[in-house]
């Protein structure tokens, strides 16, 4: 469907190119949102900043999402969570982790400076795609807190049962790709190589 993420970004731009001129501020899910967001915000005329959210895995299969949690430790959690293993005292734990990993991560990202506030703009938060949308919904459960003006989750791919569930968190949603054979985020992509911390701060300091 896409040769890279950034051809997905231009489209994912193109589609979005309603918000040009408002001075969006485009929030990038590390690390594969990242050189999205950077796309989107430059053609866009927007500020790109990082939005922190990671899955919790379930506790017998880490790659299988049950959740995520932000780095201010506001926690989703998955409806088939229990179902897999996933029982309260586990949650808390992973979570916990998982946001003080998240927390490092802001200080090695953005040092030397905060969060640019959400309150009273419109802002995108930009994924290269989600399969569970857990953690794009930890994400805008996030930035929803902080009262944006206009919230859109934008993405590269996703599942069409899970684009359906992520227009109750967004004002809108735009998704350029809904497989109904859904594997991973990845078989969207010819190129899906790992994009590095050093790539983010790169694109977070221009």
Same mark, same amino acid.
């Given at each position: 469907?896409?040769?890279?993420?950034?051809?997905?970004?231009?489209?994912?731009?193109?589609?979005?190119?309603?918000?040009?001129?408002?001075?969006?501020?485009?929030?990038?899910?590390?690390?594969?949102?990242?050189?999205?967001?950077?796309?989107?915000?430059?053609?866009?005329?927007?500020?790109?900043?990082?939005?922190?959210?990671?899955?919790?895995?379930?506790?017998?299969?880490?790659?299988?999402?049950?959740?995520?949690?932000?780095?201010?430790?506001? %926690?989703?959690?998955?409806?088939?969570?229990?179902?897999?293993?996933?029982?309260?005292?586990? %949650?808390?734990?992973?979570?916990?982790?998982?946001?003080?990993?998240?927390?490092?991560?802001?200080?090695?990202?953005?040092?030397?400076?905060?969060?640019?506030?959400?309150?009273?703009?419109? %802002?995108?938060?930009?994924?290269?795609?989600?399969?569970?949308?857990?953690?794009?919904?930890?994400?805008?459960?996030?930035?929803?807190?902080?009262?944006?003006?206009?919230?859109?989750?934008?993405?590269?791919?996703?599942?069409?049962?899970?684009?359906?569930?992520?227009?109750?968190?967004?004002?809108?949603?735009?998704?350029?790709?809904?497989?109904?054979?859904?594997?991973? %985020?990845?078989?969207?992509?010819?190129?899906?190589?790992?994009?590095?911390?050093?790539?983010?701060?790169?694109?977070?300091?221009?």
């Amino acid at each position: 469907m896409f040769a890279n993420r950034e051809q997905a970004a231009h489209q994912l731009a193109e589609r979005l190119q309603s918000y040009a001129g408002t001075h969006p501020l485009v929030l990038a899910i590390p690390r594969g949102g990242v050189p999205m967001g950077k796309i989107v915000a430059d053609a866009l005329g927007g500020e790109l900043d990082v939005v922190l959210v990671h899955k919790l895995g379930a506790p017998d299969n880490p790659e299988l999402a049950i959740g995520a949690v932000s780095e201010h430790g506001a %926690v989703f959690i998955h409806e088939q969570a229990q179902a897999v293993g996933a029982q309260e005292d586990y %949650v808390r734990r992973e979570a916990e982790t998982q946001r003080q990993i998240l927390q490092r991560r802001r200080k090695t990202y953005t040092p030397g400076r905060e969060a640019i506030s959400p309150e009273g703009r419109t %802002v995108i938060v930009v994924d290269d795609g989600g399969a569970t949308g857990a953690t794009m919904t930890a994400a805008l459960h996030t930035v929803r807190q902080e009262q944006p003006r206009h919230l859109v989750a934008a993405m590269g791919v996703a599942p069409p049962k899970t684009v359906e569930a992520l227009r109750t968190e967004a004002d809108a949603v735009v998704c350029l790709e809904t497989p109904r054979a859904f594997t991973a %985020v990845g078989q969207a992509f010819v190129e899906f190589g790992e994009v590095t911390d050093a790539a983010v701060i790169e694109a977070l300091r221009d």
